[in-house]
């Protein structure tokens, strides 16, 4: 376990082109002084000022959180390995690089751990075998209606956010770590790919079959009323 | 070059990468095209980034209640300096050899005895749950649950409680969603503590690692 994580963290440091995280390219929209009082943060921290950790990653603790669930779909386990993956992460501060994004190492870090913990526990029996093989066979929508822009105020509604874990939930499992990485965690296509152990190219492969499912699953959704007090025009659908 | 087309099928096996501005020029002025003329591929990216952006956006993750509470208290106890750990680990020592000096081979008995303890009360399942944690039963059953849990049945009918209440009325918790509470593991490991200290809370710092976090759950 501890060897499996060392590993990583080498292969960590030795890639090369961790520049390609800078924050022009952040896409959560970490403003620029956010990203100074961050690498503050995080010298500090590296300094032995154990005590800022938190603060550190108090913005991030949601996504860490969230990045677990997606592989162990468990709360407890999921925030047990948040918890190790944050301990883990204070551990070894000082191999963190200040090229590297902070919040992308950390999910990785997190991700590593859920795994561990899944292939330890052997709770893939729940969900079947892992199918490695991607589909051969292109995914075909089934729903064309036309399409309106769904209010992100949508997402203050309880039900509604239920109703989008769920169809998140209901995906096989190598569709839902990818998009979670990807589209939730916000980790390029090649840092999906480290982190899961994957190709690149089955990273794209399913990503576009989970973008495509949730996209129907939504539709269908539209279709039951979970978005019908919203402010949408009669007869037009958002997808 | 010039004027190179798609179809529908070629559209949607490339709109991710589209969306990912991963994609060459070519194919992009052509799916661009596509889009302006095609109603149902508009619908697909249109659909498609709906999904991205209403994914991405943090309100959708759900923090279990006591999360933050929990990951501080750990992070803070983590965070003092290892030789003020020592010095604690060492403090506590003292009284240890004490009573050891003083007990002499009643020592073991005694410590054999601590771990009996330890593990019936842990027998005693429950003991180690928060007892403030909302937890749900569903009607007719005897167990309960942290909500959301697989394992329950009747998800319509749900009576929501504290772990402390559903003890209380004799339900006993899940073996799957409160796992974590009832390991033996966690319990023995934490024995060094519970068997010298009186005052649990303050001797933390003298226990394991591994007991430092299930202490910081256990007490929540
Ligand atoms: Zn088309
Ligand atoms: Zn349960």
Redesign the interface.
Known sequence: MADDCCRWLANEMAEPNVLRNNAAAD?SGQSASALTREQDLIARVQRGQ??L??EL??PY???V??AALAILR????A??V???A??KA?ANIRQFRAEARFSTWLIQITVNEALMRRRRERTVVMEGIDDRRDEET????R????????P?E???RKEI?QK??EA?ASLDRKYREV?VLR??E?LN?QETAEALGISVASV?TR??RA??M??DL??AGWGQGWFSRLPFEKGSK?? | MVNERVNCEQVWRDISNYIEGDVDTALRTAMDEHFGTCPRCKSVLQGTRNVIRLYSDERMIELPAGFDRRLERLLAQRARPRASRWLTWEAWLVPVAAMALIAGGMWLMNSRTAVQQVKSEHANAGQNIPPDLAVVVAPGTKVFHVPGCSFIHDKDNLRKLTAKEALKEGFTPCPRCLKKYLETTAVVYALPGTQVSSDADEDEAARSDTSHRDEVRGRD
């Open positions: 896409k154990n005590e950790f938190y990653v108090r603790e949601r996504r959180y969230a468990n709360e407890s386990d925030e047990d948040a918890q190790e944050m301990l204070l292109d995914y075909t929508p729903d064309f209606a036309d399409w309106r822009e769904i992100s949508a997402l203050e956010r989008l874990a998140l998009f589209d939730v916000q296509i794209k990503l576009l973008r495509l949730l996209r939504l539709a958002p997808w």
